[in-house]
């Protein structure tokens, strides 16, 4: 077979990284996304979010010619034989279900312009149905339909696309899994293990993987509410659970628990959609394990209260992260700027510093103060607030911040500090779960 024209739709944290990785892998791919700037931005070779190495990556493939972009359907219905569907799903406004508004426009944009036979692949986190629904749209064309789940995570995006734990392909005749048999080949000869699904099993790994995360996370965060009552400390108890191999300690790190575009809405929209097929009962427990990371944020401004004797108007606070988590811009229910606001709209002066998502912050949430550095924004503090684990943050000195600040009150949101050290240092240290 030779090889395939591939474009992706979408370009996104998960498509842009996709068609940059296929292209490095030596595919011609042709990148869409309706957002012409995104496209003019990456077409002259900058990423328009922060990712590690998918500048270098970008810089890498742009001169080979074999990646381009564009904001015309026609131009890839034209070109591609493989397109990849990378289009976003956010939760709906006011709703705990999720909006596929762009698939749907994706869908019928290709599926009104396909002249040729191809193979269009769904990537996007939907609730299960959806791809059957989108399978019927192309049923007039000569397309064949995949669903192929995609687990990359922010921060490691080029590591998990070419290094992947597994592929899962949702496929509907013999043509399908070989198509993308193929079109996997270089990643798939590393070794990495294929799973071939139908198309309803393929959209539930997506969901169930995440759901477990976030249960994973939710439970050892259970753990902490626990510890605090009875003075134990959930960061031993977390290492101690982790060398059980049934349990493994990914995911059991207790603190200020989980944001980001994916695990929050992702269980949400799975709870929806089993409502809607009358299993609700299944997923009730996913309603504690949202509740569970949401007093985790209460419990980081409460926290912050007590130390401060009780009240938090007039306080000057230095929050440490606005990013979801460390490695990513995105502020996306960022636990972080969440408690930020909390705090804010209590009567504190809050100022923020993170290393890359301060511009998305400033635009989002702009009653909140920022600076340009650890130590300006907890200069004159009355606590300084760990709430997003960067490297420079866990390596900071305590000696030079605590040169600046008003008291040394420092609250470890996500238990990364090194408390025996900053303890030493003359700070009062808390943390969530731990004495
Ligand atoms: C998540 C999944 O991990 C990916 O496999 C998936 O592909 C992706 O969602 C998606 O659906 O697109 P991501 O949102 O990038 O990836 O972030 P994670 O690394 O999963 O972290 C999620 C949140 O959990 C962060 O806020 C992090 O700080 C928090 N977390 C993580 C904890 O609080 N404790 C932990 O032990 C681990």
Not at 55 to 74: H, I, Q
Not at 281 to 295: G, H, K, P, S
Not at 329 to 354: C, E, N, Q
Not at 363 to 390: I, N
Request: glycine share 8%.
């Amino acid at each position: 077979m030779p090889r395939p024209t591939l474009s992706v739709i979408g370009l996104g944290y998960l498509g842009a990284t996709h068609a940059i990785c296929m292209a490095d892998l030596g595919y011609d791919v042709i990148g869409l996304d309706v957002d012409a700037g995104k496209v003019e931005a990456l077409a002259n070779g900058t990423v328009p979010f922060f990712e590690p190495g998918l500048d270098e990556l970008l810089a890498k493939v742009l001169p080979t010619g074999r990646l381009t972009f564009t904001t015309s359907y026609d131009d890839i219905a034209e070109a591609a034989d493989v397109h990849f569907l990378c289009v976003g799903t956010p939760q709906r406004k006011g709703e705990n279900a999720a909006d596929i508004s762009y698939v749907d426009a994706a869908v019928e944009s290709l599926a009104t312009r396909l002249r040729r036979p191809c193979t269009v692949v769904g990537k996007s986190t939907v609730p299960v149905g959806t791809a059957e629904r989108v399978a019927e749209q192309f049923a007039h064309n000569e397309v064949e339909l995949v669903w192929n789940p995609e687990f990359l995570r922010e921060g490691w995006a080029i590591e998990d696309t070419l290094h992947p734990d597994r592929l899962v392909f949702g496929v509907t005749s013999e043509r399908g899994e070989q198509t993308m048999r193929a079109v996997f080949a270089p990643i798939i000869d590393t070794g990495v293990p294929v799973v071939v699904t139908d198309l309803a099993t393929a959209q539930l790994v997506k969901v169930a993987a995440n759901a477990f995360l976030a249960t994973k996370i939710s439970f050892i965060n259970a753990m902490a509410e626990v510890c605090e009552v009875v003075h134990a400390d959930v960061k031993k108890l977390s290492e101690a659970l982790s060398y059980d191999e049934r349990i493994g300690g990914r995911f059991l790190h207790a603190g200020l628990g989980f944001g980001g575009g994916c695990l929050p809405k992702d269980i949400r929209a799975f709870m929806a959609r089993a409502g809607e097929l009358g299993v609700d009962q299944a997923l009730t427990f996913l309603t504690e394990v949202d509740a569970i990371n949401q007093r985790r944020r209460a419990r980081m401004v409460d926290l912050t209260r007590e130390l401060l004797d009780d009240s938090l108007s007039g306080r000057r606070i230095g929050v440490l992260g606005a990013a979801f988590k460390p490695h990513s811009d995105d502020i996306r229910d960022s636990p972080a700027l969440d408690v930020a606001s909390r705090l804010h709209r209590a009567g504190a002066h809050v100022t923020v510093y993170d290393p890359a998502a301060l511009a998305n912050a400033r635009r989002d949430y702009p009653a909140l103060a920022y600076a340009e550095s650890a130590v300006d924004a907890a200069a004159g503090a009355d606590a300084v607030l760990h709430l997003t684990e960067w490297p420079e943050f866990v390596q900071m000195d305590p000696e030079v911040l605590g040169a600046v600040v008003n008291r040394r009150n420092v609250v470890d949101g996500r238990n990364a500090l090194d408390a025996t050290r900053w303890r030493a240092a003359g700070w009062h240290y808390r943390a969530l779960g731990r004495p």
